[in-house]
């Protein structure tokens, strides 16, 4: 029996961590989790997929890289479904809160200490299967057409992965969407021109990071018109390394995004 043994979270059949950082989150007073381990196969072919430019990969970090934190793939990593009620236990327990932008990310300090995890032992039910922290990949449109999205948060067009705001019921109605044109007044065309002509001379190759206004801090990226959450904390530092755009929506808009892929 080791502190480095992956071990069942009590409480969350199929799911496991380092026994170090269970241990440490049982001090905490076990917090709700939304998520913990991730196994080595799960970060490799997501890793793989995106390293290939395969359709509907996001970006991902490969998980043969030693450099990278990968604290999930290291088994000391776990998400919070309540980070503002538990996090100050959890810090006391030993946790680090590394991440600005996902604040209900936690994982122990020296995460590059822990070696990355395989499989999990048979002792520990080792035919378990490793519970998913980032999303299914979705298969891409065929095309980049223009997306209206409409909420009672507002409404707005989504262009080449670009939000430009429609700011009056004119705007909206002077829109027409068929392929291969957008039919649309003077005014929006003339701000489509300003906010994706920026975006394209100033960071073209990368995708626009959304932060959803009264959502659950869950950060999304819109790239290709398709709006997908980001859950590896890597991905977003190194997003942040690039200065990346970024825009704030209000959470109805957020889900009609989602909802409209
Ligand atoms: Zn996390």
Same mark, same amino acid.
């Given at each position: 029996?080791?502190?480095?043994?992956?071990?069942?979270?009590?409480?969350?059949?199929?799911?496991?961590?380092?026994?170090?950082?269970?241990?440490?989150?049982?001090?905490?007073?076990?917090p709700r989790?939304?998520?913990?381990?991730?196994?080595?196969?799960?970060?490799?072919?997501?890793?793989?997929?995106?390293?290939?430019?395969?359709?509907?990969?996001?970006?991902?970090?490969?998980?043969?890289?030693?450099?990278?934190?990968?604290?999930?793939?290291?088994?000391?990593?776990?998400?919070l479904a309540n980070p503002n009620h538990d996090r100050a236990a959890?810090?006391?327990?030993? @946790?680090?809160?590394?991440?600005?932008?996902?604040?209900?990310?936690?994982?122990? /300090?020296?995460?590059?200490?822990?070696?990355?995890?395989?499989?999990? /032992?048979?002792?520990?039910?080792?035919?378990?299967?490793?519970?998913?922290?980032?999303?299914? /990949?979705?298969?891409?449109?065929?095309?980049?057409?223009?997306?209206?999205?409409?909420?009672?948060?507002? *409404?707005?067009?989504?262009?080449?992965?670009?939000?430009?705001?429609?700011?009056?019921?004119?705007?909206?109605?002077?829109?027409?969407?068929?392929?291969?044109?957008?039919?649309?007044?003077?005014?929006?065309?003339?701000?489509? *021109?300003?906010?994706?002509?920026?975006?394209?001379?100033?960071?073209?190759?990368?995708?626009?990071?959304? @932060?959803?206004?009264?959502?659950?801090?869950?950060?999304?990226?819109?790239?290709?018109?398709?709006?997908?959450?980001?859950?590896?904390?890597?991905?977003?530092?190194?997003?942040?390394?690039?200065?990346?755009?970024?825009?704030?929506?209000?959470?109805?808009?957020?889900?009609?995004?989602?909802?409209?892929?």
């Amino acid at each position: 029996m080791s502190p480095l043994d992956v071990i069942e979270i009590p409480g969350y059949p199929g799911w496991f961590a380092r026994r170090v950082a269970v241990e440490a989150w049982q001090r905490a007073g076990s917090p709700r989790l939304t998520s913990a381990g991730r196994l080595y196969a799960s970060q490799k072919y997501l890793w793989d997929g995106w390293a290939a430019r395969l359709p509907g990969f996001n970006p991902a970090d490969n998980p043969d890289d030693e450099t990278q934190r990968l604290a999930h793939v290291r088994f000391v990593a776990f998400d919070l479904a309540n980070p503002n009620h538990d996090r100050a236990a959890m810090q006391r327990a030993g @946790f680090t809160f590394p991440y600005s932008y996902e604040p209900w990310h936690a994982e122990l /300090p020296n995460v590059r200490s822990y070696a990355i995890v395989r499989d999990i /032992p048979s002792t520990a039910g080792g035919n378990a299967r490793p519970i998913p922290d980032t999303p299914t /990949p979705t298969p891409t449109l065929e095309d980049d057409m223009p997306t209206l999205i409409t909420s009672a948060g507002g *409404q707005s067009l989504a262009i080449e992965g670009v939000i430009v705001p429609l700011t009056s019921p004119a705007e909206v109605q002077s829109i027409k969407i068929t392929p291969g044109v957008l039919e649309c007044s003077r005014s929006v065309h003339e701000r489509i *021109q300003a906010i994706v002509g920026a975006n394209r001379s100033t960071s073209a190759a990368i995708p626009l990071r959304v @932060f959803d206004k009264g959502g659950n801090g869950t950060v999304y990226i819109l790239q290709d018109g398709k709006l997908r959450p980001l859950v590896d904390p890597t991905t977003l530092t190194e997003l942040d390394a690039k200065d990346g755009p970024t825009i704030t929506l209000s959470h109805v808009e957020v889900q009609n995004l989602l909802q409209n892929e």
